[in-house]
């Protein structure tokens, strides 16, 4: 286990070129918070400035509240402020959130241990997850926090490194040089892209820019550092046979030929299992989460952990135990046979497509596709909605519920590829979609995905349904 290195005002003053306004240059700095209705005695206080809102403006609720440290910008701090809380520091930067990535890369660099980094275009979180799992059977490990993957949330995640030996982080973007940075800072000793889809095309235009833009995480791999791709991801697979002699990269796939891969892999409602061989010896595997994804999530974390020597029998034990963050497919039943999977946290045309083909899978009762709008899809978003559409229609849905003015075209789609009219229902808001599904779920016996981009709120459909 390793020793936690601290980081001090001092530090920061030297690092980020901060002006110390007031306060101690021994003071550490320890556990960052930017919202100040949250921040506990002792905590770091980083004002965040906004598009509408500077954050640093709410340092004194910040000081009342017990921060030690205030990290701020574009402000001025008077004269009786200084007074009152000579105790504390104080600083002033030229940006927050610069200062936290330079804060993180010098933290980063302060610890030799190793660091998996994970992007794609969906399934970040949950690998991540499975990811993590495995590691720590051998590691104490930090991992980003839900999905922390911002050039913000890196850098806190990387903040919490205490007496933690190993690290799994996620990075996420929206356009190319995002995941540069993020890459520069983490400093990855193991890389892995999951795949590469249609999320975030509204900026990048086309496919082979979010590919560009994903393998930017390469930039900062260390020396002898690894690359691991989702092998059956046509655009990944294309990059392997092309780069395959120029970087040390392992492959996960169930289609294309690779270096992990699963026999007999037996689908159910609850789950998976599957056979691997590592090194001449078959492995039965069991995966504690339902869905083709999953069993590629799995193999990823297998990958990951002979990479890093774990027993084999010990990242068996990691992927069975592990736990999803909550909100993706967060499979809970109720009464009246009714099974809600809450899945409502983000999507994207492959997030859709994975869930509405986990849902298919399910037997036994009406099958009822909750879906709202796909956000930060510019001109691809008809098209891409009606690609959902399409999965719509030949996946055992009975019930298509659609919410909002792009997810009108997905449930066109449905009809148009066979799905009958009056088992299609068109809202624009989420109150008429609420009040369709209390309807249905009256019957019982029904399986719900609850399915669309954060920003449509449909997490509180959720808590209004099934959080009482």
């Given amino acids: 286990m390793n020793k936690i290195k601290n980081i001090t005002v001092k530090d920061v003053v030297e690092i980020c070129h901060a002006s110390l306004i007031c306060g101690n240059e021994d003071i550490i700095l320890e556990n960052y918070c930017r919202d100040t209705r949250k921040i506990k005695k002792g905590e770091v206080f980083i004002g965040i400035k906004g598009e509408k809102v500077n954050g640093s403006e709410f340092y004194e609720e910040a000081l009342e509240n017990g921060a030690s440290v205030c990290l701020l910008q574009d402000i001025e701090i008077p004269q009786n402020v200084i007074c009152k809380y000579n105790d504390r520091a104080i600083l002033i930067v030229e940006n927050t959130i610069k200062a936290l990535q330079e804060l993180a890369a010098y933290k980063r660099n302060m610890y030799d241990i190793p660091v998996v980094a994970i992007t794609g275009s969906v399934g970040k979180t949950s690998t991540k997850d499975i990811v993590a799992s495995v590691m720590a059977e051998k590691y104490n490990v930090l991992k980003t926090e839900g999905n922390y993957n911002s050039q913000l949330g890196l850098a806190l995640t990387i903040l919490r490194l205490k007496d933690h030996n190993a690290m799994v982080v996620e990075m996420g973007m929206s356009d190319l040089g995002e995941i540069h940075r993020l890459s520069e800072i983490a400093k990855p000793s193991v890389a892995i892209i999951t795949n590469v889809g249609t999320a975030h095309i509204e900026y990048l235009k086309t496919r082979e820019n979010i590919l560009k833009a994903k393998m930017e995480i390469l930039d900062g791999l260390q020396s002898e550092g690894r690359v691991i791709i989702n092998n ?4 990944l697979h294309n990059w392997y046979m092309k780069s395959k002699n120029e970087y040390s990269i392992s492959t996960y796939g169930m289609e294309n030929q690779s270096d992990i891969m699963p026999e007999n892999v037996v689908m159910t ?3 998976s299992s ?3 061989k590592i090194a001449g010896k078959t492995y039965s595997v069991k995966v504690p989460v339902g869905g083709n994804h999953f069993v590629l999530n799995s193999l990823c974390a297998i990958t990951v952990g002979t990479a890093f020597n774990i027993p084999m029998e010990d990242i068996l034990d ?6 999803l963050t909550k909100r993706r497919m967060q499979i809970e039943e109720f009464s009246n046979e009714i099974t809600v999977i809450n899945d409502c946290y983000n999507a994207n045309y492959d997030s859709m497509k994975a ?4 849902l298919g899978m399910l037997k036994g009762k009406k099958n009822i596709a909750v879906l709202g709008d796909m956000l930060e899809l510019g001109d691809y978003s008809e098209q891409l909605h009606r690609k959902v559409g399409e999965e719509v229609a030949v996946n055992n849905v009975d ?3 659609t919410g909002g003015k792009e997810a009108k075209y997905i449930a066109e789609e449905a009809k148009n590829k066979g799905m009958q009219e009056q088992n299609v229902y068109i809202y624009d808001t989420n109150q008429e979609v609420e009040e369709k599904i209390r309807e249905i779920i009256k019957e019982g016996n029904v399986n719900i995905l609850l399915k669309a981009s954060n920003g449509m709120k449909f997490q509180e459909i959720y808590e209004h349904l099934f959080q009482k």
């Fill in 232 to 235: 059956d991801n046509d655009l």
């Fill in 269 to 271: 409602e609850r789950g």
């Fill in 274 to 276: 599957y056979d691997v």
């Fill in 355 to 358: 869930a509405i083909q986990y």
């Fill in 399 to 401: 019930v298509l519920i």
């Fill in 318 to 323: 990691g992927i069975a135990n592990f736990e």
